[in-house]
T-cell receptor, first 112, second 109 residues
Framework: EPEVTQTPSHQVTQMGQEVILRCVPISNHLYFYWYRQILGQKVEFLVSFYNNEISEKSEIFDDQFSVERPDGSNFTLKIRSTKLEDSAMYFC??????????FGSGTRLTVV | AQRVTQPEKLLSVFKGAPVELKCNYS??????LFWYVQYSRQRLQLLLRHISRESIKGFTADLNKGETSFHLKKPFAQEEDSAMYYCALVTGTASKLTFGTGTRLQVTL
């Protein structure tokens, strides 16, 4: 069964540093998403991406965040200047049709 | 505004007992609902979607528009069912998922 792949599985970074989280969605999927889950809290939507542009973003997704699909296969989330409160599990998801969401295994980001 | 409510943070049942994980939603449009399961901090896995009315691992869920509910049920709990369960609603122009806070199901012997 096709999978969404995320790297790295765990990233530790110092406050103020830039991080890039990487995702390889399923190849024939057209819609891409980033979600995050702060420890002990619910999964929250960050951003959706379709046709090489952001289609919707949440209040969390401020100017510190950006997404890119640089080469037709990778889908990246960049946090420009990390804060302690950015520590969370970040999940990438993709879908082809209206119902087939597939999530990656996540990147645990720890900001120290 | 859209909202998904899972009132129970933890549900503890004995093996073989029936399970019902509650989910209520608030949405002005036509709802499309899912149940996702997360085992031990692993990836979120799709368990059920209301549109297909299927049964996975013995779990079923029926959409009740009158009560705005989509409760997850299983007649006989198994140890391997222990996990976090999230109810999710499709919303917005980008069809994003809005998740509930999740219920931890603990099945004990």
């Amino acid at each position: 069964e096709p999978e969404v792949t995320q790297t790295p599985s765990h990233q530790v970074t110092q406050m103020g540093q830039e991080v890039i989280l990487r995702c390889v969605p399923i190849s024939n999927h057209l819609y891409f998403y980033w979600y995050r889950q702060i420890l002990g809290q619910k999964v929250e939507f960050l951003v959706s991406f379709y046709n090489n542009e952001i289609s919707e973003k949440s209040e969390i997704f401020d100017d510190q965040f950006s997404v890119e699909r640089p080469d037709g296969s990778n889908f990246t989330l960049k946090i420009r200047s990390t804060k302690l409160e950015d520590s969370a599990m970040y999940f990438c998801a993709s879908r082809q049709d209206h119902y087939g969401y597939t999530f990656g295994s996540g990147t645990r980001l720890t900001v120290v | 505004a859209q909202r998904v409510t899972q009132p129970e943070k933890l549900l503890s049942v004995f093996k073989g007992a029936p399970v019902e994980l509650k989910c209520n939603y608030s949405y002005s449009g036509s709802p499309e609902l899912f149940w996702y399961v997360q085992y031990s901090r692993q990836r979120l896995q799709l368990l059920l979607r209301h549109i297909s009315r299927e049964s996975i691992k013995g779990f079923t869920a029926d959409l009740n528009k009158g009560e705005t509910s989509f409760h997850l049920k299983k007649p006989f709990a198994q140890e391997e069912d222990s996990a976090m369960y999230y109810c999710a609603l499709v919303t917005g122009t980008a069809s994003k998922l809005t998740f509930g806070t999740g219920t931890r199901l603990q099945v004990t012997l």
